[in-house]
């Protein structure tokens, strides 16, 4: 299974981006599919994450302002981020679940795009 983030850059204060994840490989059994972030010297961060069903969840600092969403025929999840902000600026990665036959899951990763926002 192989993750391909694109879509990050830098943006100002106020502006909108869009990122792409396109996964690809044995995708039988793809579950969750969303976003972490990682800020200069800080820890991962969750961000957002929506269900085989299209039920989405999100961490505190992004709701209202960010929307995940995926497209199953394209084995792709995106995340619309609007209203950006300084304390957005992270490198972001995409991950996908992959449930097999005795509803075991393993997590996959992209290998993540740069956002940087200035003020």
């Known amino acids: 299974v192989q993750l391909q983030a694109s879509g990050g850059g830098l943006v100002q204060a106020g502006e909108s981006l869009r990122l792409s994840c396109v996964v690809s490989?044995?995708?039988?059994?793809?579950?969750?599919m969303g976003w972490w972030r990682r800020s200069p010297g800080q820890g991962y961060d969750f961000v957002a994450q929506i269900t085989a069903v299209g039920r989405a969840t999100y961490g505190d600092p992004v709701k209202g302002r960010f929307t995940v969403s995926r497209d199953n025929d394209r084995n792709t999840v995106y995340l619309q981020m609007n209203s950006l902000q300084p304390e957005d600026t992270s490198v972001y990665y995409c991950?996908?679940?992959?449930?097999?036959?005795?509803?075991?899951?393993?997590?996959?990763w992209g290998q993540g795009t740069l956002v940087t926002v200035s003020s």
């Open positions: 490989g044995t995708l039988s059994g793809l579950s969750r």
């Open positions: 991950h996908v679940g992959i449930m097999d036959s005795r509803s075991a899951e393993t997590t996959y």
